[in-house]
């Protein structure tokens, strides 16, 4: 029989579902914080009990609404030190501000490191996210960082399904050397396509594409999609290019409203995505959407913090290939 776990495992308002599982999977109780948001804008947040000389793992993404999601993770590390909390370990399964890691335009703030400068102020100890945006921001923080990989299980999924004739396409250049991981895990060639994104309108488009998709099942991959716009233009060009069908693999996605009915009328014939931001599963099962779930990855990172044991082991095999 598994020792119990020494922790408090405490769930903000961002990803509640995700925050179950990864209790369900340790089979250890979880408590439920206390958040409102008031009307004027403000944010409150009370943790429910005594958390004095405790460990604690904060479950809190900051998708959507990323701002109040990111606030509300600030007070929560703030509340827990002031209750006296021996450590807090910030479990954020998606990062939004990680896509802000560089001054490529003039008078532009690098987004993702003042936010981690705020996350270490307010007193984390450690973070735990998947999929950042750039690896670098992990340098961002002078705390430890683990930054976990959906490619493993998100490969499972796709491969349930079967990997004959497959191709696995990157959206751009940035992402290849990802994607040629998913493609060797797959056992499948890989494709580049040629991007080009000329504002910040969260519009993209594609003008080439470097590799042979004719008559294969191509699969595009990528660490998260807010409009959906790259994708759908990619798989259009796959299509023009002859693919049989096309399907894509992303860690986060952000598809609202409008955007998932441009993914049920796209070329698109299905998004695998994880459960890193809360989703709705009638909008999910209208647009053709997959969610595998990661709450063992992220379940196993925390036990093995709080017995002190070594993280590396969920990288190794990613590492290697």
Not at 59 to 78: C, K, R, S, Y
Request: charged share 25%.
């Amino acid at each position: 029989m598994t020792e119990p776990l020494d922790i408090v495992l405490l769930s903000g308002s961002a990803n509640r579902q995700l925050a179950g599982a990864i209790a369900a999977y340790l089979d250890h109780p979880l408590l439920y914080g206390e958040a409102l948001h008031f009307s004027e804008g403000n944010t409150f947040v009370r943790v429910p009990e005594s958390v004095r000389g405790r460990d604690v793992f904060l479950v809190q993404g900051t998708g959507p609404p990323a701002n109040d999601h990111f606030m509300e993770l600030l007070f929560w590390i703030d509340a827990l030190k002031r209750a006296s909390a021996a450590s807090v370990t910030v479990v954020m399964p998606y990062f939004s501000y990680a896509k802000g890691d560089k001054k490529d335009e003039p008078r532009v703030s690098i987004r993702a490191r003042v936010c981690a400068d705020a996350i270490e102020a307010a007193g984390a100890d450690r973070v735990v996210v998947m999929d950042l945006h750039a690896p670098q921001v992990q340098g961002f923080f002078r705390i430890p960082v683990d930054d976990l990989y959906a490619m493993p299980v998100l490969c499972d999924a796709i491969a349930a399904e079967g990997t004959d004739e497959l191709v696995v396409v990157s959206p751009d250049a940035g992402f290849a050397k990802k994607a040629r991981q998913y493609a060797s895990r797959l056992g499948a060639p890989l494709a580049i396509a040629d991007k080009q994104r000329v504002d910040h309108r969260e519009l993209a488009e594609v003008l080439d594409l470097i590799g042979d998709v004719r008559g294969r099942r191509a699969l595009i991959v990528d660490d998260f999609t807010i409009s959906g716009g790259t994708l759908f233009d990619a798989a259009r060009v796959l299509r023009e290019r002859g693919a049989a069908s096309v399907a894509a693999a992303v860690s986060h996605s952000l598809l609202r409203g409008a955007a998932l009915d441009r993914l049920a009328e796209s070329a698109i014939d299905r998004l695998y995505v994880t459960d890193t931001i809360e989703r709705d599963p009638d909008d999910d099962a209208r647009a053709r959407i997959t969610v595998v779930g990661v709450a063992e990855l992220f379940g196993e990172a925390i036990r093995r913090i709080a017995r002190r044991e070594s993280v590396s082991v969920l990288f190794d095999e990613v590492r290697r290939r």
